[in-house]
Structure formats: C-alpha cells, structure tokens
C-alpha cells in the first residue's frame, strides 16, 4: 500500500507562484510513476504534469508547459510540482498521483493523495 499526502496548497494573485509537495511513504516507489492531477468545480480530473521515479523523463499537459515544473527527490521519497505564472483557470483540486505506468490518464493511476486546493486570484 501507498499513502500520499500532498501539502503547499493556498491562495495566491494572479501571476504568483506555488510549490506543491507530495510525500509517499508505504512500499517502495522505485518503478512508480508519480504525477499531478487537478480538478475544478464541475470538471473532470485532468492530466497536468508527470515524471518517472527512477529515470527523471517528465510529461506536461500543454496548458502548463513552461509555467510549471514537476520534480523528485528520491531520498525524501518526495515529488513537487513548481507553479510559476498562476492563472484563475489554475484553480483547482491539486491531487498527488502513483502509477506502475506512466500516471497521463487517471485510468493508469494506482494510488491518489487527498488533494490540496490551489485558488488563484485575478
């Protein structure tokens, strides 16, 4: 089993920037996937950033590319996700997730975190 507990959620302005963390702990993670979901009021869960654990390839949904950054530190068993340039349509449910696969669907997704809410002002 997996626990993921996300944290470096807030409220920020427009333009502003965030650090999400994500800290696993359970069995080993050394061939999982991690990534980042979110979802909005009324929306369906979305694909936004992921990155191998042992290799360090990342993925990135288009509408974050190049405004965020999805990293690992192996030794704290720890992933972040840097959020530069936020924008009100940022505002979302942030979700930590691990994956046997690659984690760019939810349906590949094997263990999620409980979420920490991003709200970004205009």
């Known amino acids: 089993q997996v626990q993921l507990v996300e944290s470096g959620g807030g409220l920020v302005q427009a333009g502003g920037s965030l650090r999400l963390s994500c800290a696993a702990s359970?069995?080993?993670?050394?061939?999982?996937?991690m990534g980042w979901f979110r979802q909005a009021p009324g929306k369906e869960r979305d694909f936004v950033a992921a990155?191998?654990?042992?290799?360090?390839?990342?993925y990135y949904a288009d509408s974050v590319k190049g405004r965020f950054t999805i990293s690992r530190d192996k030794a704290k068993n720890t992933v972040y996700l840097q959020m530069n340039s936020l924008k009100p349509e940022d505002t979302a449910v942030y979700y930590c997730?691990?994956?046997?696969?690659?984690?760019?669907?939810?349906?590949?997704?094997?263990?999620w975190g409980q979420g920490t809410q991003v709200t970004v002002s205009s």
């Open positions: 359970g069995r080993t993670l050394g061939n999982y996937f």
């Open positions: 997730a691990a994956g046997s696969i690659a984690v760019l669907t939810a349906g590949n997704v094997n263990y």
């Open positions: 990155i191998s654990w042992s290799g360090g390839s990342t």
